[in-house]
């Protein structure tokens, strides 16, 4: 979760980073139905402003509609041999999830589970901070050995001490007194802002099985407020799930899944951890009347009052008149059907239906800081109707982005499998299908100045750009209309996808196996060259039992299983972001030319195809004394040839490109024991230990790293691993 909030989408990488440009997020498969985001969060290539991109964060990923305490079991697939049936969508691994269901002939059961947790704040004692008195000795030291700060000093703190002293606005004796009741203030800002937090999670569950019909129904509701003050997810979830089995060649199952979720969370900006990690103690967050105390902060130049760059901030007060807000519905029934047609010959079809619905905003009133820049002066610090206002390009009102999105996807595979064992040691499976499936995605984004949440969420008249009056000489430069205008936008975007596969193994006496996957995935992205149409998929495998060996049999006492796999397999990766079309989008009237034009959003790209991606893994696993003992260790190697971007003259209209040829490169071991001291009827302690290491290197890239690329993690350098912090 790299939010730290309870709601945060999580970032999970499995066996590295295998793409810069495309998706780097596993795929989601819950009980053999693919999961699709709610709301698609886009990737490097289409990046967010960063106040929509936080909204986004708190709206819940492929399986947030699922409650943790209906999962029967979670099994991360990794190797190529192991993703190869899923295509291309599984580049970055799969995580395959089942559900739990009722079981035949166990009659009616209530099952009840609620749990509480605490969780502990953050506060001082757990970080190397300066108290406030270590503050003002460090700062009168500073001041002491004429240190010069490199840009002006805002009035607060010991500087403004300082300052009042030489304008002889305070005496000596003033200056002293201020400076102990500085010393003293050690305001606890993690005490002010963050709580300890309980949340709760309800769980029951009826099923009901009989030989012919199984049933279980479960209901959850989740509620998780966060540490910081104004962080909260309130999360319903039901399901049902039945299996119906009229004969014994025969099985129908029906599960129907819903989701509500609504989560609370800070406008982009407000942190209320980083301002406690940043903001000195020696400030109090109220004067000694009880009112907020404000103390001023850099901003933007104001063009309603002369030389103006300093607004007040109140972290209470952002808080208070700023926030942003998600909810999300989810609904989604899957149809599957298991009829045996001959002795060694099955037929599996799955039909699902996914819909889901998902509302956030986020805003900041005219109360706020974030707001004052906008406007030019602080609340209240300008009279009405004053020349001062007139030339505000915002008197009036906040900020509001919106955004609403739908989605609605669906999916039918019909699959065919034939097994069978001849002369009771060689053993086939055969497993040929075909999958159609059907994204649609329909959103609008809007962004709207003038917002007056506390005047029955209405909207007041933002003056035109002509229309400002120019007190200060100037007027500003952007146009919030044009704002409003590039921050709203409707999007309607279908994929279809036809698909098929296979899957064919081979075992001889239980002791050598040998697998071959494959699957074919088409995509027209790829404009008239043919070739590049059709991705293909393909991984094989074998295994050696060793403990199945006769030689094996004088240790069958205590030994349980020794086994070594090795598996092979490439695969390819569409990066949406990259057509072979060339993409433009509106922009706007023209300031000098007063004629609409369009900016180019994408260059054509048609000899540009699939990102590729070849891995090899091997590995070994060994259990003793009836699996009391067991351990896994496998070694892996994946190279990606992936797709960058790159520095381009200023001729193609736009400042970079997508080019291939650059090199993802990552290696790396997982190793895990468990051991299970006790096991009784009634008892079981087991104890394990993990570690892994993954090396991740990127060649052949060309793109010009900016220098604060380097401190965010955005750099991508040559020789060095994807994603480092310089």
């Excluded at 990794?78 to 999830?97: H, R």
């Excluded at 479960?218 to 003050?229: C, D, I, R, T």
């Excluded at 906040?398 to 034939?418: C, D, E, K, M, P």
């Excluded at 299908?433 to 003038?450: A, I, N």
């Amino acid at each position: 979760n790299t939010a730290g909030k309870v709601g945060g989408t999580p970032k999970i990488r499995i066996r590295g980073t295998s793409t810069i440009l495309g998706n780097q997020e596993p795929l989601w498969v819950v009980d053999g139905v693919i999961q699709t985001n709610p709301t698609p969060i886009p990737n490097d290539a289409s990046p967010l402003s960063s106040d929509m991109d936080e909204m986004l964060q708190t709206a819940g990923n492929a399986i947030s509609w699922l409650n943790p305490a209906d999962i029967e079991t979670i099994t991360v697939l990794k190797d190529a041999s192991a993703t190869a049936i899923y295509g291309s969508q599984a580049t970055n691994g799969v995580i395959v999830v089942t559900t739990k269901k009722a079981k035949a002939q166990t009659g009616v059961s209530i099952n009840y589970s609620g749990s509480l947790s605490i969780t502990q704040r953050p506060s001082y004692g757990l970080y190397d901070l300066m108290n406030s008195q270590q503050y003002m000795e460090f700062n009168q030291q500073m001041y002491h050995d004429r240190n010069a700060y490199t840009y002006e000093v805002l009035p607060i703190g010991y500087a403004g001490l300082v300052q009042k002293l030489h304008n002889k606005t305070i005496t000596q004796e003033e200056f002293n007194q201020e400076f102990r009741n500085m010393e003293q203030m050690n305001t606890d800002w993690f005490d002010l802002l963050f709580r300890t937090p309980v949340s709760t999670q309800q769980n029951v569950s009826i099923s009901s099985g009989s030989e012919k019909l199984q049933s279980r129904f479960s209901l959850g509701v989740n509620s998780s407020p966060g540490e910081a003050k104004g962080n909260d997810m309130f999360q319903v979830t039901a399901s049902s799930n039945n299996t119906y089995r009229p004969t014994k060649n025969l099985s129908i199952d029906l599960s129907v899944n819903g989701s509500y979720r609504k989560a609370n969370d800070f406008y982009s900006g407000v942190s209320p951890y980083d301002y406690a990690m940043n903001t000195s103690r020696a400030l109090p967050l109220y004067n000694e009347d009880g009112s907020l105390y404000y103390y001023p902060v850099y901003g933007n130049i104001s063009y309603s009052i002369l030389n103006k760059h300093c607004y007040n901030y109140n972290i209470l007060n952002e808080l208070d008149n700023s926030g942003s807000q998600s909810a999300v519905t989810s609904f989604q029934a899957n149809l599957g059907l298991r009829w045996k047609l001959l002795k060694n010959v099955e037929f599996q079809g799955d039909a699902s239906l996914s819909l889901s619905s998902s509302r956030m905003k986020s805003w900041a009133t005219e109360f706020t800081n974030t707001v004052s820049q906008i406007r030019g002066y602080d609340m209240g610090e300008v009279q009405a109707n004053s020349e001062e206002e007139l030339s505000s390009p915002l008197p009036y009102g906040g900020i509001l982005n919106s955004a609403t999105q739908q989605n609605i996807n669906y999916s039918f595979r019909g699959a065919f499998v034939y097994n069978n064992t001849f002369a009771e040691k060689h053993s086939v499976t055969f497993n040929i299908g075909m999958q159609v499936t059907s994204y649609k995605f329909d959103g609008e984004t809007m962004l709207h100045y003038g917002y007056q949440k506390y005047r029955g969420e209405t909207f007041a008249t933002v003056p035109a750009l002509s229309d400002l009056h120019t007190v200060t000489g100037y007027k500003p430069s952007t146009d919030l209309h044009e704002l409003m205008r590039q921050g709203s936008s409707i999007t309607n975007t279908k994929q279809n996808q036809l698909s098929e596969y296979f899957t064919a193994v081979y075992s001889f006496d239980n002791r050598y196996v040998l697998n071959l996957h494959g699957r074919l995935d088409a995509s027209n992205r790829f404009a008239q060259d043919e070739n590049k149409r059709f991705n293909p998929t393909l991984s094989f495998g074998a295994k050696w039992r060793i403990g199945e060996e006769p030689w094996r049999d004088w240790a069958s006492s205590w030994y349980d299983m020794f086994d070594i796999s090795f598996s092979y397999g490439w695969r390819g990766n569409s990066v949406t972001e990259v057509s072979p079309y060339l993409i433009a989008t509106d922009g706007g009237l023209h300031t000098y030319f007063k004629q609409y034009y369009l900016k180019i959003k994408s260059l054509p790209y048609p000899d540009l195809g699939w990102e590729k991606t070849r891995d090899w893994n091997i590995g070994a696993d060994l259990s003793f004394f009836d699996g009391r003992l067991s351990a896994g260790f496998n070694y892996y190697n994946k190279r990606s040839d992936v797709l960058s971007s790159r520095e381009v003259s200023t001729e193609y209209g736009v400042q970079s490109a997508y080019v291939k040829g650059t090199i993802m490169k990552n290696y790396g071991y997982e190793f895990i024991i468990s051991a299970t001291p006790i096991r009784t009827k009634d008892w079981t302690w087991s104890i394990a230990f993990n570690t892994s290491k993954d090396y991740n290197r990127v060649e052949n890239n060309e793109i010009v790293n900016l220098p604060n690329d380097y401190l965010t993690g955005a750099a991508i350098v040559d020789g060095m691993p994807y994603g480092n912090i310089y």
